[in-house]
């Protein structure tokens, strides 16, 4: 987080979003981080990246109508990123 402002980029963590139907709001998301209001970022420390944790991510852009989503793992001897993209 530190690093990303310091680079000039707005940054915001436990990113809550409100997901509503017809006005009506039908669930809540905390998002980990969210960079200049258009890039979700995931983290995790598992020992893989499962369906799950993809799922995770198409319903936070699907909920905020965003594009990407950076999907983080640091439960690995090597960090691995994963893009997820919402072809909206």
Known sequence: MHEL?????TVENQ???TVKYDGIVVGEYVVDV?????VLVE???V?????IHVAQCMNYLKA????????????????SVK???NNL
């Open 5 to 9: 402002r310091k680079r000039g980029l």
């Open 15 to 17: 990113k809550p979003i």
């Open 34 to 38: 969210l960079v200049g209001d258009e």
């Open 43 to 45: 983290v995790k420390a």
């Open 47 to 51: 020992k893989a990246i499962d369906d």
């Open 64 to 79: 905020t109508r965003l594009k990407l989503c950076l999907l983080i793992n640091f439960g690995t001897p090597k960090v």
């Open 83 to 85: 893009r997820i993209v």
